[in-house]
């Protein structure tokens, strides 16, 4: 079994034995823990799970979406047959709506269909979040400039989390901060997350910023070094225990296999000319062994 899964059902068996029941605005239980931390040194493997199937072209092409293409678009995903900002879609009259628990005037969460209207331009977008926060301050290019010309910056930080836009995004950032050093030829990275959907949201957002890194290390001359992630908010939602449960089984009781490796075509020297296109011909997960999907339901 690889290091990352390892690591992975270890924080899941964590939560499901230590973790307390919580409320919150989906009207889903969470269990939790308040914090978690996961250190990856990519000299040692490339993070993909094994234990489930990791739908990794969708992964690229969403983390391509925030940094490359700096969009906020939803009908961008699509075309490329990625679905998983949906759910938080603008609708073409600029309203988005939602089932969740919002306290009442007795302070209680109580089930409630809310209705947000955003200005018209936003129809078909998420709002000010990700993509639009990139674009807005120059986010990528100013990394990749500090990477290229001031290895020795440390004031070499991203946020997506923006108070001025907060409101009018559908979904403030979950991945919200990363920070980047370059030590002895190598590119390294430490990412917070605010609320981590362990089941669904984790694996993805891993091996995200693992290429991701990977990508900014071929472009500006650098060696991949290491990957560390800070959780606030680690849940499992209590409709995703039995597929985490059969996660930790196969684990515990099916064939170990190894870690897959990581492909970058060689001659993209230019972030941006990495290929965005349904394809995403120039990364590829060679050797990429696992035991199946396991589906877990969205929590709105």
């Known amino acids: 079994m690889s290091k990352w899964d390892k690591e992975y059902l270890k924080l899941c068996k964590r939560i499901l034995n230590e973790g307390k029941e919580v409320e919150n605005r989906t009207g889903i239980n969470t269990i939790k823990v308040p914090s978690h931390h996961f250190h990856f040194d990519f000299e040692e493997e490339f993070p993909v799970l094994t234990t489930k199937q990791l739908y990794f072209r969708q992964a690229i092409l969403e983390m391509l979406w925030i940094y490359q293409v700096q969009s906020n678009d939803v009908r961008w995903l699509q075309e490329r047959n990625v679905h998983v900002w949906d759910e938080w879609e603008i609708d073409e009259n600029g309203i988005w709506e939602a089932t ?6 007795n302070n209680e969460l109580e089930k409630q269909t809310i209705q947000k209207q955003f200005p018209k331009e936003y129809a078909h977008t998420i709002g000010t979040a990700y993509g639009y926060i990139v674009n807005k301050f120059n986010l990528t290019d100013k990394l990749i400039d500090s990477l290229k010309n001031n290895q ?21 950032s979950c991945v919200w901060s990363s920070e980047w050093d370059v030590t002895d030829g190598k590119l390294n990275a430490w990412v917070h997350q605010r609320s981590c ?3 669904l949201g984790l694996p993805f957002n891993i091996t995200q910023y693992s290429v991701f890194l990977h990508m900014l290390a ?19 939602y209590l409709n995703q225990i039995d597929g985490i449960k059969e996660q930790i089984a196969r684990g515990e009781n099916l064939e170990d296999l190894p870690a897959p490796e990581l492909w970058l075509n060689e001659e993209i020297k230019d972030f941006y000319e990495f290929d965005n296109s349904s ?10 062994k696992h035991h199946g999907p396991i589906k877990f339901p969205i929590a709105k």
């Open 218 to 236: 071929q472009v500006t001359g650098l060696k991949p070094g290491t990957l560390d992630w800070s959780i606030k908010d680690a849940h499992i």
């Open 197 to 199: 959907d362990v089941p």
């Open 279 to 288: 394809k995403c011909k120039d990364v590829k997960v060679l050797k990429y």
């Open 100 to 105: 969740q628990m919002i306290l009442n005037e």
């Open 152 to 172: 020795n910056d440390r004031r070499r930080v991203i946020s997506l989390w923006q108070d001025d836009y907060l409101e009018t995004a559908v979904l403030p």
